[in-house]
């Protein structure tokens, strides 16, 4: 664990799953915002969900990307 004074450099991976019975797949990810501890990354993902479906899903995982 790094103390504080080292803010993370952070990115997100993006899933998505079409129903509750599919696997999630890998959407992409975002540009890696060094130094931040409040980051906004300008990435925008789209997913093409049916609006009869609310069983869609959205997955992100939160990194850093030098731990």
């Known amino acids: 664990c790094l103390p504080r004074a080292y803010p993370p450099d952070g990115y997100a991976v993006v899933y998505f799953a079409s129903s509750n019975r599919d696997d999630y797949y890998r959407q992409g990810e975002t540009t890696v915002l060094s130094d931040n501890n409040n980051p906004n ?18 997955k992100v995982d939160l990194w850093d990307s030098d731990v």
Do not use: G, M
Not at 41 to 58: C, G, L, M, Q
């Open 41 to 58: 990354w300008p990435e925008v993902f789209s997913f093409n969900v049916d609006e009869r479906n609310s069983t869609a899903r959205v």
